[in-house]
DNA sequence: GAATAACCTATTGACTTACTATGAAAAGTA
DNA sequence: TACTTTTCATAGTAAGTCAATAGGTTATTC
């Protein structure tokens, strides 16, 4: 499987604005460019995918920023890969230049059923649990070094 | 899922070698490209990449072409696809600018799991499955004209 | 009205994809 | 041997996609 950076800088976007909302009020693309290490204007164009598809909300003008719309456990991964990439969980077709016929047949062992379960898995995963991840990691991160002082 | 020409193309080759291998010996590029409107052209820099995964065997020179390898139920679809573009199955990683400690966690909840699941389907699938649907297809596309005479 | 911060659109450079073209090498045929 | 057929290998190219940058606009606070 290849990834776009879009959707892995997206991801960790959103992760890192449910991670810090909570602190933040809202969240500011400048921090999340400095603590992720992503261009600002490059996740300037990429929220508000994630806006629009009605997963984070924005406040403009000064104090503004970005939340989320609901709670991270109602957020699905799916939603998000969709909202950031819609080729990633969507229906493979072959071409048109094709027998239909046949297309249609090996369509639906191979590319349909294929991106099936890749949709079902990620409707499974919510942005909480990959936050929680990252949430631990992160403590572990910080704890660690102590171990060698 | 996004799907490039040449898996496509391959697959669609290797279905052909599989069904008409029995009535022709080899099977030569040219009849491939006629039935399957791709281009001979193509075709020679597509299935070389199945000869050297061991899916098919060549015969050079004037009554060359190819033939399966092994029976069609011992091939894996899984096989087939690395063999056209390992990174369809292929494990995806972040990138490496990111602090290790967060992709680890991300990518062992999103993306290691996901290619797995692909992974694990196309391996069930054999050839012979594939070839079966399209046989069934080609006997139905030429009898159902009948009905209309 | 000055500062801040999201919004929107266009542009660039690098890379990838889908072919095409050219010719070599091998094997059968006469 | 000469000729044809077929795969093999590599190079080239045109179009498209992707990642990122840039410039300017709009909305909000103080």
């Given at each position: 499987?290849?990834?776009?950076?879009?959707?892995?800088?997206?991801?960790?976007?959103?992760?890192?604005?449910?991670?810090?909302?909570?602190?933040?009020?809202?969240?500011?693309?400048?921090?999340?460019?400095?603590?992720?290490?992503?261009?600002?204007?490059?996740?300037?164009?990429?929220?508000p995918?994630?806006?629009?598809a009605?997963?984070?909300?924005?406040?403009?003008?000064?104090?503004?920023?970005?939340?989320?719309?609901?709670?991270?456990?109602?957020?699905?991964?799916?939603?998000?890969?969709?909202?950031?990439?819609?080729?990633?969980?969507?229906?493979?077709?072959?071409?048109?230049?094709?027998d239909p016929?046949?297309?249609?047949?090996?369509?639906?062992?191979?590319?349909?059923?294929?991106?099936?379960l890749?949709?079902d898995?990620?409707?499974?995963?919510?942005?909480?649990?990959?936050?929680?991840?990252?949430?631990?990691?992160?403590?572990?991160?910080?704890?660690?070094?102590?171990?060698?002082?």
């Open positions: 499987m290849k990834i776009s950076s879009k959707v892995e800088c997206g991801i960790i976007a959103l992760v890192d604005i449910c991670v810090n909302a909570p602190t933040e009020n809202v969240v500011k693309v400048v921090n999340i460019s400095q603590r992720q290490s992503i261009s600002a204007k490059y996740l300037e164009q990429i929220l995918l994630l806006r629009h009605g997963i984070i909300r924005s406040v403009k003008g000064a104090k503004g920023g970005y939340t989320l719309s609901r709670s991270a456990s109602k957020i699905t991964l799916a939603e998000i890969i969709d909202a950031l990439d819609s080729s990633v969980l969507g229906q493979v077709s072959f071409e048109e230049k094709w016929l046949v297309t249609e047949a090996l369509d639906d062992t191979l590319w349909s059923r294929m991106s099936a890749l949709r898995h990620a409707h499974k995963i919510s942005l909480s649990d990959l936050a929680g991840k990252y949430n631990g990691l992160v403590e572990d991160s910080i704890s660690e070094p102590m171990y060698y002082i």
